[in-house]
Nanobody, 122 residues
Framework: VQLQASGGGVVQPGDSLRLSCAASGRTSVSYGMAWFRQAPGKEREFVAAISNSGINTDYAESVKGRFTISRDSTKETVYLQMNSLKPEDTAVYYC????????????????WGQGTQVTVSS
């Protein structure tokens, strides 16, 4: 599976962005998907995950209520809608795919996209 993340950019605090992660190769339908992020000088951290069915989702506390993960299986694409962005959301955002395991643990994710930069600054 190849994952291509896009949609990052430079925005002001309070703005919104929608990230996309397009999957190619083996179908993404059987994979649970997630977004992680890595801020400068920090370790990569979990942001949000969605089950292969799209029914179950999970969010980091820091983004709960502001970010929404969704998937369109017909387009084999996963989205991260980010609202009310804060400067602390600035990071490179990565999408990833897994077949099993703890949705928050990076070790269970087999496939990773290349990352897209999100910068929130006034």
């Amino acid at each position: 599976v190849q994952l291509q993340a896009s949609g990052g950019g430079v925005v002001q605090p309070g703005d919104s962005l929608r990230l996309s992660c397009a999957a190619s190769g083996r179908t993404s339908v059987s994979y649970g998907m997630a977004w992680f992020r890595q801020a400068p000088g920090k370790e990569r951290e979990f942001v949000a995950a969605i089950s292969n069915s799209g029914i179950n989702t999970d969010y980091a506390e820091s983004v709960k209520g502001r970010f929404t993960i969704s998937r369109d299986s017909t387009k084999e694409t996963v989205y991260l809608q980010m609202n009310s962005l804060k400067p602390e959301d600035t990071a490179v955002y990565y999408c990833a795919a897994r077949t099993y395991g703890d949705v928050r643990r990076q070790a269970f994710y087999t496939y990773w996209g290349q990352g897209t930069q999100v910068t929130v600054s006034s």
